[in-house]
């Protein structure tokens, strides 16, 4: 082995990359060998989306704030390989890592496969099969560039396979799912937020482009969520960029039924799922944080990365239909709470990404 550190730059810039990386930096700290470098793109930047992740994980302090964010795609994607390319010039690293699915993702395998810096893309062969969401544009074209794709399942191999157009010489290696581990490390720690809750509820996100910018899909979702509170309440830490749609429809968050609350930590989360009787969202990320909390999900979109969860019944496929989503809810909540089936992983994903980028140079 090399006697020279391995470094590796990180790219990060949304929420659930934070608590990926809270993982997988751990993990990379325990290895002397090894170098990291954060850079933060800014893609999240609000505080209780981005800075509070960094501090109650104990994340490390981005070593590069670019402060890229509120552009459309392709002008939030160029400007942040602009920004990712410069420190990869000064820092010249054996390795780039990238993780999930967003803007920022794309932009760093980009950035990095254009200086023929190899890319380890952490999520590797996820599937919606929806082109029309921008989160499976970045994917596909991340793992059609990427030197080490670590998969969290069995599917997501396949799907990789399937394709057949990965680069020569590139290597999948399945590690399990690395928000398992942290959902394991952290959630001894979880606290409660600070606003009160109801003895039972039903725990609501919903974030996607699909189902916000589209006024009559926002406006079904809101009536089925309006509806769904007449058989148990319903709190919704609110995305600042779902608040916004709403403001832009004219819809009264104050005079709502569904009780929004202000976005927070991963801690608070952590909280609020263990304590909620039900999980309804369209995020990737929660779906599988319902799963390890042994929480039944409604899923309001018609497709899935994590079909694992819908096959062993553990999650449902909602849409936006009003009535439909009305169905879904009834229907898990009267499913057995058991979940006994281990899915993505021991919880140990982070050990074996971090091993093996260890053992590459």
């Keep these: 082995m090399n006697s020279q550190p391995i470094k590796i730059v990180t790219i990060l810039g949304a929420r659930p990359q934070f608590i990926k990386a809270a993982a997988v930096s751990n993990a990379l700290s325990q ?10 793109t800014g893609q999240h930047f609000d505080r209780n ?5 960094f501090e109650e994980m104990h994340l490390p302090v981005p070593n590069y704030q670019l402060d890229i964010h509120g552009l459309p795609h392709g002008a939030l994607t160029g400007r942040m390989m602009e920004g990712i390319e410069s420190v990869l010039l000064d820092e010249k690293p054996d390795w780039v890592l990238v993780y ?14 254009k200086l023929h810096i190899p890319v380890a893309h952490v999520e590797a062969g996820l599937r919606s099969f929806n082109e029309a969401m921008p989160e499976e544009i970045n994917r596909i074209v991340t793992d059609r560039i990427s030197d080490l794709l670590f998969c969290p399942s069995e599917t997501s191999v396949k799907h990789l396979h399937d394709e057949g157009r990965l680069p020569k010489g590139s290597r999948i290696v399945v590690c399990g799912d690395v928000m398992k581990d942290a959902s394991k490390r952290f959630s001894p720690l979880m606290k409660a937020p600070s606003t009160s809750l109801p ?4 725990l609501c996100t919903f974030h996607r482009t699909e189902n916000i910018d589209n006024p009559q899909i926002l406006r079904q979702l809101l009536s089925a969520l309006k509806q769904v509170c007449e ?4 709190v919704c830490p609110l995305h600042p960029h779902t608040r916004k749609s709403m403001e832009g429809i004219g819809y009264a968050v104050s005079e709502s039924p569904i009780r929004f609350i202000d976005p927070v930590g991963y801690l608070e989360m952590l909280y609020l799922l263990s304590h909620s009787s039900l999980v309804m969202t369209d995020s990737g990320g929660l779906q599988k944080e319902a799963y390890y909390m042994g929480k039944h999900c409604v ?9 694992e969860l819908v096959d062993h019944g553990y999650n449902c496929l909602a849409g936006t239909d009003p009535e439909r989503i009305q169905q879904d809810v ?3 909540l009267d499913a057995p709470a058991e979940f006994p089936v281990e899915l993505y992983g021991d919880g140990h994903a982070a050990e074996i990404i971090a091993r093996t ?5």
Excluded: C
């Design 49 to 53: 989306m981005s800075q509070l992740f």
């Design 199 to 202: 003895d039972r509820y039903i």
């Design 31 to 40: 290895h002397p060998n090894i170098q990291e470098i954060i850079i933060h």
């Design 299 to 307: 899923t309001l979109r018609n497709e899935t990365e994590w079909t």
């Design 330 to 332: 009834a229907k898990m």
């Design 357 to 361: 980028i260890a053992r590459t140079i």
């Design 231 to 234: 058989t148990l309440p319903v």
């Design 100 to 113: 999930g699915d967003t803007d920022s993702t794309l932009a760093g395998a980009l950035a990095a496969r």
